[in-house]
T-cell receptor, first 115, second 113 residues
């Protein structure tokens, strides 16, 4: 149980375009999902908390107009990287915690490369 | 400033021995601390959670301790196996119960057959 999927697993896009990444909880409902970013050899950094039916909460230093988050249902959150630039190239990972659990279950990640 | 420190050097250990990893933190007061395993190019996998009022937690061959006075957690893998080779991440809740996690950079473990 507690499986989280992400799509796509990797994507290459041109500078200036937008990319959407989907995060789904497959066997549980998640009112809250989390989006992280990880650069090579660096720690995972929490970008934002995605709340079903309301606005996402962004961490300090994360541009909310650049990283659009939509949590339209209890099993789906999307992250759209708008006007992507090469410095946005990174590994994006989502997570969710079932019910009132603190254990987070992570998706397999999406490797974004902006050329 | 807030920091979570894990040993940057890989831990090479003989199969069957106990691997011990350290996580130190400063300027946090977490309600709980978690350990995750991450394989290259994959998302982290949850292993153990220990709360601030717990000293020790065990799960199969894994053991975690949490000392809020020292601001330190130790993670042990007993009877290590080559399949345990991975990077292990320490994560702590920085929002006191809101499940917003701050992660260390991780400590790589290599189990030698």
């Amino acid at each position: 149980g507690a499986v989280v999927s992400q799509h796509p697993s990797w994507v290459i896009c041109k500078s200036g375009t937008s990319v959407k990444i989907e995060c789904r909880s497959l066997d549980f409902q998640a009112t809250t999902m989390f989006w992280y970013r990880q650069f090579p050899k660096q720690s995972l950094m929490l970008m934002a908390t995605s709340n079903e039916g309301s606005k996402a909460t962004y961490e300090q230093g994360v541009e909310k107009d650049k990283f659009l988050i939509n949590h339209a249902s209890l099993t789906l959150s999307t992250l759209t990287v708008t006007s992507a630039h090469p410095e946005d190239s990174s590994f994006y990972i989502c997570s969710a915690a079932p019910g009132h659990s603190y254990e987070q279950y992570f998706g397999p990640g999406t490797r974004l490369t902006v050329t | 400033s807030q920091k979570i420190e894990q040993n940057s050097e890989a831990l090479n250990i003989q199969e069957g021995k106990t691997a011990t990893l350290t996580c130190n933190y400063t300027n946090y007061s977490p309600a709980y601390l978690q350990w995750y395993r991450q394989d290259p190019g994959r998302g982290p996998v949850f292993l153990l959670l220990i709360r601030e009022n717990e000293k020790e937690k065990r799960k199969e061959r894994l053991k975690v301790t949490f000392d809020t006075t020292l601001k330190q957690s130790l993670f042990h893998i007993t009877a290590s196996q080559p399949a345990d080779s991975a990077t292990y991440l320490c994560a702590l809740d920085f929002s006191y119960g809101n499940n917003r996690l701050a992660f260390g950079k991780g400590n790589q473990v290599v189990v030698i057959p």
